[in-house]
């Protein structure tokens, strides 16, 4: 069981309002039109299915090619990778995603978790922990 599941609305806010700027692509969004609950096993398989806020979907190769360049790019200018090691460790730390819909994925936002959910699906993994955010009514 993970901490985060004890975390009530309130906290799980808190832990998304670091990210809200990076939301709608770095547009940002405001931390108080979501809901936010803790989703331990979300499936990545949505992140593949379903289109992303702009519409756009992305296959499993997709973010498969993403994350191979992010990480060639991250040891051409460092010499290593932290993001490779995603792949062989499985991911604690929680994305964090709003969706416009409940019990929908249609229209998907990463706030923060990108190269976390590259590596998952680049590694064939089936979910992931995300913090995820319903946009109110």
Known sequence: MHLLEFYDQKELRH???G???YALGGEGDNIDNY???YVPNMPLGSFVSQPDYNGNTHSTEDWTRWFRGEVESEIENNSYSTWEDLLFDAVETPIIVSVPQDGKMLGWDIWDGW???GASIS???KIIPT???VRKK
């Open 15 to 17: 832990l998304a309002a």
């Open 19 to 21: 990210f809200e700027e």
């Open 35 to 37: 809901v936010w609950q």
């Open 115 to 117: 190269h976390r959910t």
């Open 123 to 125: 590694a064939g993994r």
């Open 131 to 133: 913090i995820l955010g």
